[in-house]
């Protein structure tokens, strides 16, 4: 691993424009995020939560500052560059999922795969394997409307991972969820970080998933501030 750790930002800024002029969300922040580390992002709403992830992601870039993944600054990428670093090193879950209704659990894991260039076969064995891993062996051939929520987003879950990403980025993976699928969606999230090594990062409200993460992060005024680290992380 690099010696400046998985994933790291360096006097991170990001304006909006607005009518009365630019709102400046993150204003210089520095956070450094270890291989293999499961991390919370919390504050109030309207804080920035949701714009770190987006940018740590490569979804959108910052108005200044330089992203750092494995030593790479991946805000110097151009459009494409930043598309194939997505497809390949990120896994995106979302409070919606985001899934394509018209196609069953099976053809929604199998998209990045395809998207990708891998072949059918290929792309159906590992989105098999995925499915399986999160608990849907079961409801492969199953359209997204006919599946529960809490089944949507392992769904969700197992597209994210089935290009075996090194960072998986969850903004709000419970939100839309009762507190026992939450629950359990939250325990998946946790049991995938142990097994397959994952550097996982969650924006989230929740107070219950952010106890059980490693490290907690609280943007104030456009800021990280380290909240708490759990004892032998």
């Known amino acids: 691993m690099s ?21 400046e969300v993150l204003k210089g922040l520095d956070l450094r995020i270890e291989a293999g580390q499961t991390v919370a992002v919390v504050g109030a709403s309207g804080v920035g939560k949701t714009t770190l992830l987006q ?3 490569a979804l959108d870039r910052p108005t200044a500052g330089e992203v750092i993944f494995n ?13 194939h670093f997505r497809n390949r090193s990120i896994g995106f879950v979302f409070q919606m999922h985001h899934l394509l209704p018209e196609f069953n659990a099976l053809e929604n894991v199998m998209m990045p795969c395809l998207v990708a ?14 499915l399986e891993r999160v608990g849907l062996a079961e409801r492969l051939g199953h359209r997204i409307g006919e599946l529960s ?13 089935v290009l075996g990403p090194k960072l998986l ?43 059980l993460l490693e490290r907690r992060i609280r943007l104030v005024e ?12």
């Open 3 to 23: 010696e400046a750790g998985l994933v790291e930002t360096r006097g991170l800024i990001k304006n909006f424009a607005r009518p009365g002029g630019a709102v």
């Open 169 to 211: 980025l969850a903004d709000e993976p419970t939100g839309n969820l009762d507190s026992r699928t939450g629950r359990r969606i939250n325990e998946l999230i946790l049991e995938l970080n142990r097994d397959l090594g994952l550097t996982t990062v969650v924006a989230t409200h929740n107070q219950e998933l952010s106890s």
């Open 222 to 233: 456009g800021q990280a501030v380290e909240e708490n680290q759990r004892a032998g992380a």
């Open 117 to 130: 260039g891998m072949g059918r076969a290929e792309a159906r064995k590992q989105a098999v394997k995925l």
């Open 149 to 161: 929520g809490g089944e949507q987003q392992r769904v969700a879950v197992a597209r994210a991972l």
């Open 55 to 57: 940018i740590l992601g």
């Open 71 to 83: 030593g790479a600054d991946i805000s110097r990428l151009n459009d494409d560059q930043l598309a």
